[in-house]
C-alpha cells in the first residue's frame, strides 16, 4: 500500500491511503488520524489501512478523491528520529580521492551514519528556504525507509522485519557550511537543515522484486532546472543494506515507531549514470579536470527527484522543489 | 510554574501541573492532553496552564493528588529535536590539555553543539539499560531548554523570547565508543543513547531571580552511589547563553514546538566544586597524577542530579537512576 498525508488537521497532516496509480486516495482517518498514530499501533493499523488499499485499488472505497499529488505535506510532516547513511562507498571514495586521501578499511565493515534533524519534513513540493546562496546549497537524493519500534541491539535481520515503509528524502545540504563544522568535530548541525520527502511512502510488498536483500533495485532519476542530471542505480554499490543500517542505530538503543533511516546520497562505480548530489558532481570533474565546473544551487533554480518502474510510472511520486531565500 | 507527565495515556504521557514543593499535582487534560500538544499551542495554553498551578499553589484547584515524583515519565517522552552544547569551555579545555592539543580561537565565539537524539527520553527514575559495561558509561549532568516555535535565523534576543521552560537532563554517554565515532568525522550516534530528563520542567518565570541572562545561576548537585560527586556553578564559566544556543541551531532552520537545547557537562575553571561527568573528573585526575582513577559507571551503579534553591529545596525534582545490563 500507499501512504501519504494532507496539509490539514495540524502539525501533524491527515493520513490519507493512495491508489497504486497516485491518482486517488481516501481518508484514513477511521483508523489512525496521521501516519505516525499508525506507526505507533503499526501491528493493528497496518491490516485495516491494506484493507482500504485494497479497496480503494478497486474502485470501491467510500469517499475516494482525486488526489493533487503536488499539494500533499511530507507524509510525516515531523518525527522523532532521522539517522542518515552514507551507505554508497563510491561517493566517499571520490571525495577522499579528490583530496588525497584514503578511505579507511573500517568504513567497508562499519556503516557511517549521522544523526539528522526530523523536527520538520518539507512536503515534496514545498520550497527549499535557505538564508544565503553563499552556504553552497545542494540537494542528495536518497531512499529512507521508516520503522516502527526496534529493539535495542536488534540483529539486522530481526531490523529487517521493521522495515514497514520505503521513500525518497531529499536531503538538503549547505556544503559552505560543512568543512567548519565537521573541523569543530561534532557531525553536521546548520549544515544539514530541513529536508522534504517524497509524496508516498510504500510498503516493500508493495515494491515487489524491485525491494530485495532490503535495498531498493532501481534508478534514483533526477533533474536540475529541467535537465537530466543523474539515474544512478539505488542497488548498486550500496555498501550496507537497509536491515544492517538500521541494526546500527539500534546497537544502543531502541528505535521510536516512525524512525526514518537514510541510506546516503546514491552514488555509483560507474559516473556515466550522473549523480544525485552536486558535491559528487564537482568531485567527478575535480578529478577529471582539476577543478569544479557545475556550480551549486542558486534561488530559482529547481530539482527533480523521482524512481519509476519498468512501465515508467512513478512509484513514491517525485520531489519537485524550487530554491528561494528568506523573505 | 511546573509541568510534569504522568506515565498514562499512551507514548506522550499525560500532562500535569505540579506544586511549587513538588508534592502534589493536577492533570491539565482539559487545556492539553500531553506536554507536546500544550507546547504546539503554547500562547493560548500558557495562561491557562499558569492559572491552574496558581489554583494548586493555593490549594484550591479540583482533583488535586499527592505527587508520586519517581512514577513519573519524561515530561517530554519523545520529542522532535534536541540539540545539545557544549557551553562550558573549562571541560573543553581541560579535555584538549590532557591529549596536549589547544583548544581553537574560534570556540569562545562559535558554540560547539551537536544534534541528539530525541525520540525517547527516560523518566527521571528509569534505569540506564546499556548492551555492555565495556561502553565506558558515564552521566553528563546538564541543563536544558524547551522552545516553542522558533522562526529561521532569529536572533539570540528573539530566541530568548522562545525559551518557555528549563529542566535537568542527564545526557547518558558510552566513552568507549565516542572516540571510533568521532574518528569517523560525522558525530556521535551509538555513543549517545537516550537521556533522562528531571522529573519537571519550569517556565523561567518561576525561576525568578536565579534565571538571568538567559543562563541558571545555581549548582548543579551531583552524587554517584550515594558520594557527593559534584556542585559546579551552572552559571559561571559557561560561554554561550541559551538565546545564543537556540540562535545557532536557528540559523539555517525554524526550530519545532518542544525542541530542547541543552548546555553541555557542567564544568567549571574552580575544579574543587567537584565534576558533572566521569570524563571530567578522570581528565582533572589525568593532569594531576598521569592517568585517571575513577572509573566509568557499572551495572548497578546509581547517580543522582539535583538543583536545590536557597532553601535547599529541589526546583525540578531529582534524577535519580541505576545502570542495568540489558535483560
Redesign the interface.
Known amino acids: 500500500m500507499k501512504l501519504a498525508s494532507l496539509k490539514e488537521g ?2 501533524d497532516g491527515t493520513l490519507v491511503v493512495v491508489s497504486r496509480d497516485l491518482t486517488h486516495a481516501v481518508k484514513a482517518t477511521g483508523i489512525a488520524p496521521t501516519l505516525q498514530a499508525a506507526l ?1 499501533d503499526w501491528s493493528s493499523a497496518a491490516p485495516r489501512l491494506n484493507a482500504l488499499s485494497d479497496a480503494l485499488n478497486a474502485g470501491s472505497a467510500n469517499g475516494a478523491f482525486k488526489l493533487d499529488v503536488a499539494a500533499l505535506a511530507a507524509p510525516l510532516p ?4 532521522f ?1 542518515d547513511g ?1 551507505a554508497y562507498l563510491p561517493h566517499v571514495e571520490r571525495v577522499r580521492k579528490a583530496r588525497g586521501a584514503e578511505v ?1 578499511a573500517s ?1 567497508y565493515t ?1 556503516p ?9 519534513f518539507l512536503g515534496p513540493h514545498d520550497d527549499v ?3 544565503s546562496e553563499d ?1 553552497g546549497i545542494d540537494l542528495e537524493a536518497e531512499v529512507v525507509v521508516v520503522t516502527d519500534d526496534v529493539p ?2 536488534a540483529t539486522p535481520a530481526q531490523a529487517s522485519e521493521h522495515i514497514q515503509l520505503v521513500g525518497l528524502i531529499n536531503d538538503v545540504s ?1 556544503r559552505g ?1 560543512i568543512p567548519g563544522e ?1 573541523a ?11 529536508s522534504a520527502l517524497s509524496p508516498v511512502l510504500v510498503t516493500p510488498d508493495e515494491l515487489g522484486e524491485v525491494w530485495q536483500g532490503d535495498k531498493l533495485h532501481l534508478p534514483m532519476r533526477t533533474w536540475l532546472n529541467g535537465q537530466w542530471f543523474g539515474e544512478a542505480e539505488c542497488g548498486v554499490d550500496m555498501q550496507f543494506s537497509f536491515a544492517e543500517l538500521v541494526a ?2 539500534a ?6 515507531a516512525g ?1 526514518l533511516v537514510g541510506s546516503g546520497t546514491i552514488a555509483n562505480q560507474d559516473t556515466s549514470k550522473g549523480a544525485s548530489c552536486l558535491a559528487e558532481q564537482r568531485t567527478v570533474e575535480t578529478l577529471r579536470d582539476g577543478k569544479p565546473s557545475t556550480p551549486f544551487l542558486k534561488f530559482g533554480d529547481t530539482l527533480r527527484i523521482d524512481v519509476t518502474d519498468a512501465a515508467g510510472a512513478s512509484i513514491f511520486g517525485a520531489i519537485e522543489q524550487r530554491i528561494v531565500g ?1 523573505a
Open positions: 495540524g502539525r505507533d515531523r518525527a522523532y528520529e539517522v552514507s579507511p568504513f562499519d557511517l551514519m549521522y544523526q539528522a534533524t526530523s523536527a520538520g528556504v535557505v538564508p552556504f535495542m541491539s549547505l557550511l565537521l569543530k568535530g561534532f557531525g553536521f548541525l546548520q549544515s544539514k537543515p530541513r546500527h542505530v546497537k544502543t538503543r531502541p528505535l521510536t524512525t528568506k
